[in-house]
């Protein structure tokens, strides 16, 4: 199996770093990262989810002016700390990993009181266990604030419960449909609406406490529906110990086996994984038990992982492949703050900002249309005159590779100028590509 070392940065990682050394062995370089222990550290300053609580219950005590939120200081750092990792990061396909289950597991910041959050939401309930056991994660991004009031869940209340019985508040199903649906067994489990209404039950009483000293999750008894339920035929107890139980049965079900492999094939492989690789990295994941280090390291072995590259980046992807190419970091200046963070809403991926719970797209079809090309060949016009050390065909072959194609370099050596040489690299089918 040919594993060219671009192609493992391209394909499985963020992207080529004209200044960071070409594996010798691309395939144990990949391995490494997910064996290894993760090397990313935060700043101590970055806030905790109680500490981005405590800003946002200040926040709408104070209500100041736009001009003057508490939030949007905190957001800033937050979303610059974590675009910088990957500018920079030392293990790509780590990160790759780390964004693709937070866009899995979406938390959006459209709904206002995740904003101060989402960081957190990243760093506490997604990176952790990237390499741990699907079960880990699910049970962490069930039980953190950022899921539970993106989804609602912090206000359902069991019609029959103490709280329920003064009939102001009532049962939510939305984490316990988008959990089913989206994060676990999916449709093709054939579970029904009574499902999702018991499910729901289960969950009542999973909550936010907005006001302890360290504010965070809660389980309140009195909001939580009383008596066993049924969830796909089987019963859970009542208690936060019950859906524990349930949130185990739905992270080691087939269907969700099935769900995450077809979702890993779609976002590393192809835009139509082919069943035979579906199955392959479902059943490592089913005899893992849902072991992602497991997993994540069958895609590696995939031969159809290491073809020509055929996946359209999204906006995210192209930024961030080309900052890292470009060498381009947010400017220090507060004033001209989310410089790349910028980039993605202009091309129509904003950071945390996905329209609906089941997150960004993974497909070409859905980022390829006539007016978003005109977006990327306007976008690349404007970064490609920003001042960038190096002769534009060197840029391009240390970018490339292989991949690079005569009919590119060939274009760029009769460009007009140094800038529209480089804009032909970043809108060439190949860098376009991962």
Known sequence: MKTDPLHAMTRFGLGAKPDQALPADPRGWLQAQITGADPVRFPPTLPTVSDGLILLAEQRRLKPPPGESLIEPLYRAETEAQLAVLIDAAAPFRERLVWFWAN???????????????????????????????????????????????????????????????????????????????????????????????????????????????????????????????????????????GILALDMLATHPATYRHLAQKLALHFVSDAPSPATVARLAGVLAHSGGDLKAVSLALVALPEAWVPLTKFRTPFDLVIASARVFGLHDDPDPASHGRLAGMMASLGQPVWTAPLPNGWSDR??????????????????????????????????????????????DQMRHAGDRRDALTLMLTSPEFQRR
């Not at 938390?107 to 206002?112: A, I, K």
């Not at 960081?119 to 390499?131: D, K, L, Q, S």
């Not at 699910?138 to 029959?160: E, F, I, K, T, W």
């Not at 976008?379 to 002769?391: L, M, N, Q, T």
């Open 104 to 242: 899995h597991f979406t938390v959006s910041v459209r709904q206002g009181a995740v904003r101060p959050i989402a960081g957190a939401f990243v760093r506490e309930a997604i990176r952790p266990h990237v390499t741990g056991r699907f079960g880990d994660m699910l049970l962490a991004v069930m039980r953190h604030p950022a899921m539970l009031l993106y989804l609602d869940n912090a206000d359902s209340v069991g019609p029959d419960s103490p709280a329920g019985q003064n009939g102001k508040r009532g049962l939510n199903e939305n984490l316990a449909r988008e959990c089913m649906e989206l994060h676990t067994i999916s449709p093709a489990a054939g579970y029904t609406q009574a499902d999702v209404t018991a499910f729901a039950a289960i969950l009542t009483g999973w909550s936010v406490d907005r006001r302890d000293d360290s504010p965070g999750f809660v389980f309140r008894e009195r909001a939580h529906q009383p008596g066993d339920k049924t969830l796909l035929g089987r019963s859970f107890p009542e208690g936060e110990a019950g």
């Open 364 to 409: 070409a079809a859905d980022w390829a249309g006539p007016e978003a090309m005109m977006a990327r060949i306007d976008w690349s016009y404007r970064i490609a005159g920003r001042p960038i050390a190096g002769e534009p065909s060197d840029i391009a072959l240390a970018s490339l590779g292989p991949a690079l194609r005569p009919e590119t370099i």
